[in-house]
């Protein structure tokens, strides 16, 4: 019931997080395969929840302009999409080159690539989804992305170390 009710209120606070719920769902299901079906009905339940309580103003959220901008909006790209990298990165360039050598590791190892998976297209499919939709994108809009990113890089930093060879046991 937890659940439920708090994917209700994510997306309620925020409609569009519904974009990043379903994406999970999806890519848990595919990637996975290991996702409770109990966790997955109960996150279905919220959707309804929360569509439901939208539903006296429905009318008005979708003829918002901001909602309502059209489709495929290149701003995502253009401007979204570097503006978050540029954040997200922001100078660390030896935390990058760990992210690498960590990608390379996990790629040709095989050894958690299914977690990885699921990190980075959770990362990088919002863009085209809001492209599609036509939205406006600000860069709080992308804060549900922010715990893959770190998930992301600590799965990369730990293959790091472990190919490095040090006294370092993984997690």
């Keep these: 019931m937890t659940i439920a009710i708090l994917t209700a209120l994510l997306i309620y606070t925020i409609p569009l997080n519904i974009v990043y ?28 929840v ?12 979708l003829s918002y302009g ?6 495929f909006n290149p701003q995502v790209f253009i401007v979204a999409l ?11 360039w030896l935390l990058t ?8 590791s996990i790629y040709t190892t095989e050894s958690k690539s299914k977690m990885l998976k699921l990190c980075f297209w959770m990362m990088l499919l919002p863009f085209p989804i809001f492209f ?19 998930l992301f890089v600590a799965i990369c930093l730990d293959e ?7 006294c370092y046991e993984s997690i």
């Design 132 to 150: 599609i939709i036509g939205s406006h994108l600000y860069g709080r809009m992308l804060l549900p992305v922010l715990p893959f990113f770190c």
């Design 50 to 61: 929360a569509i439901t309580l939208y539903i006296p103003i429905l009318t008005d959220m």
């Design 66 to 71: 901001q909602i309502n901008a059209g489709r």
């Design 160 to 166: 790091c170390l472990i190919v490095s060879g040090g």
């Design 21 to 48: 719920v379903a994406l999970f769902i999806t890519l848990e299901l595919i990637y996975a395969k290991s996702l409770n079906v109990r966790v997955c009905r109960q996150m279905y339940y919220g959707i309804l």
């Design 82 to 92: 570097p503006e978050v990298i540029t954040g997200f990165i922001s100078h660390r």
């Design 97 to 104: 080159s760990f992210i690498f050598i960590g990608l390379i």
